[in-house]
DNA sequence: CACCAGGTCTCTC
DNA sequence: GAGAGACATGGT
């Protein structure tokens, strides 16, 4: 990705590769505003403005290196393209999809927010973690930081659960309690199943939630999400009705290899949103 | 009114 | 280990 940084911001000249709307719309992030001339990005207790026309793209921000990390800007999604082109029925799916990128997000927000996606759709998950933020976050001026485990877990599952969390209010007051008594997010040393498993076992994460912290908060991308609309992508590239999510992300992944996560994104964003 | 949404949990056999 | 239901809530 070619950018360049100055006066405080970051100048991406080159837009083959970075498309807003595709990164910021596509479903990983649930914490943004738009406005007039592009979005406003919450992430942990920091936010950026990612101000774009056709062919140039700024994001101004007081943390320039954490937002250099959070779009992923020193990979290359030429060599990711070229990559995924070598797989049968993938290529209208990354043409459609072309600029989109995966973002590093904070793991334990995208823990969180990823809780509350189960079951759910994005107007209401966005509404529910906005709630969340206001009422838990940190002051943060013009806006709310997404809460620490330490503040959420100072709160119940009834309070969750007022904010309109829903049935999944529990699973939040278990899992913040959890982490803020000493579990441990750091996944490093660990293989992607041992990392799975060790979400798996917080309460609300199974098989998919665990693959999208793994994908959206740690950069793993030898995992395959397999949700209701990848459970479509699924039944026409095989041919065949899956019947158990994990199965079909086991035999996804097992195509994709390590670009499972970039494979899953390109066909995700198809599936939900072309004609 | 049904059915769906970035599924997971619990209870059976 | 596989299979069936329950589950909050808002959108279509």
């Excluded at 992030?29 to 992430?43: A, T």
């Excluded at 806006?143 to 009834?158: C, G, H, I, M, N």
Aim: charged fraction near 25%.
């Amino acid at each position: 990705m070619e950018y360049s940084i100055s006066n405080g911001q970051i100048i991406i000249n080159n837009a083959e590769h970075f498309d807003p709307k595709s990164i910021i719309e596509c479903g990983q992030v649930f914490r943004y505003q738009k406005i007039e001339s592009g979005y406003k990005i919450f992430s942990k207790n920091l936010f950026c403005s990612l101000i774009y026309t056709k062919d140039r793209a700024i994001i101004v921000s007081d943390c320039l290196p954490y937002f250099i990390d959070y779009f992923d800007l020193n990979r290359d999604y030429g060599d990711i393209e070229s990559a995924l082109s070598g797989y049968r029925n993938l290529g209208n799916a990354v043409s459609y999809g072309k600029g989109l990128r995966i973002l590093k997000q904070d793991p334990f927000e995208t823990l969180i927010s990823f809780i509350v996606s189960a079951n759910n759709n994005i107007p209401r998950i966005q509404g529910i973690i906005e709630r969340l933020c206001a009422a838990c976050g940190e002051n943060m001026g013009d806006y709310f930081a997404f809460p620490t485990a330490e503040r959420l877990a100072a709160k119940d599952a009834d309070f969750f659960y007022k904010l309109g969390a829903g049935y999944r209010a529990e699973y939040i007051a278990d899992t913040s309690q959890k982490i803020a008594n000493g579990f441990s997010l750091d996944l490093s040393g660990m293989s992607t199943p041992e990392a799975r498993q060790r979400l798996i076992s917080l309460k609300g994460v199974g098989r998919k939630v665990a693959d999208c912290v793994l994908l959206f908060g740690y950069g793993r991308k030898d995992v395959f999400p397999t949700d209701t609309w990848i459970e479509k992508v699924y039944a026409e590239r095989y041919g065949e009705n899956g019947k158990d999510a994990a199965k079909m992300a086991d035999r996804l992944s097992g195509e994709f290899g390590e670009l499972s996560g970039y494979a899953q994104q390109y066909l995700y964003n198809y599936a939900r949103n072309h004609k």
